[in-house]
């Protein structure tokens, strides 16, 4: 790892002098992206994007928890100090932790975090019970964590501050196929969530 360090150090040196002064300079990106920690899921690759372009919180499940400060301080520092024009939350199909979630067993430390997305599944069982292929009931649940970790992020007060002053950041869920390498938007729609929830969650 050391080795293919300095290789791509000296290949960035090599194509553009100033990369490495540029990237000490500071960092201004345009996205916060909330991904799970995946190990086939890097965040900057599947994107396009290059060291600096993009902030970057993971966990398990891509999660968004209230009472989590890891995420709620990235949530924060990315919307008020570093003024991201967007918040992304990606899941991805075949995530082992949404699978997990769906079984109904003992899974050690696994319970408390889980319960965040046992409780999307609770939420929308109807619907989701409703689907008889087991495989696609697993994906759609992908989807319904994303859209609700989305909810997540707009209840929180540095979002909703942040909007109201300077129209900015919006909130998208997206998804990323591990059979195909692709991105999908879910269309979450953002500013009609926002005016649902502000009732109870208008915390600027």
């Known amino acids: 790892m050391f080795e293919n360090n300095r290789r791509w150090a000296r290949q960035r040196s090599e194509s553009d002098p100033e990369y490495f002064k540029r990237l000490a300079s ?8 909330i991904g799970c920690a995946d190990s086939r899921v890097p965040a900057n690759e599947i994107m396009g994007l290059d060291p600096g372009d993009v ?3 993971r966990n398990i499940a891509n999660l968004v928890v209230n009472t989590d400060s890891n995420a709620q301080s990235v949530i924060q520092y990315a919307v008020d100090v570093l003024k991201v024009r967007h918040v992304v939350v ?10 997990a979630a769906m079984r109904s067993e003992d899974l050690g ?6 319960r965040e997305v046992r409780d999307v599944f ?12 087991e495989r696609e009931r697993y994906r759609r649940l992908v989807q319904l964590n994303v ?3 989305c909810v997540n992020v707009i209840k929180t007060s540095w979002v909703q501050r942040n909007y ?4 900015f950041p919006t909130v998208h869920g997206w998804c990323f196929g591990l059979e195909d390498g692709l991105l999908e938007d879910l269309k979450v729609p953002f500013v009609d969530i926002l005016e649902g929830i502000r009732e109870i969650y208008h915390l600027d």
């Not at 899941?91 to 699978?99: D, E, L, P, T, V």
């Not at 430390?109 to 889980?114: A, F, S, V």
């Not at 069982?125 to 008889?132: K, S």
């Not at 109201?164 to 129209?167: C, D, I, N, V």
């Open 26 to 33: 500071g960092q201004k990106p345009e996205v916060l992206y």
């Open 55 to 57: 902030f970057v919180h």
């Open 90 to 99: 990606c899941g991805h199909y075949g995530c082992g932790g949404i699978q």
């Open 109 to 114: 430390q696994l319970n408390g975090w889980l």
């Open 122 to 133: 609770r939420i929308h069982h109807d619907e989701l019970m409703a689907i008889p292929d």
């Open 147 to 149: 859209e609700e970790q």
């Open 164 to 167: 109201r002053e300077h129209g």
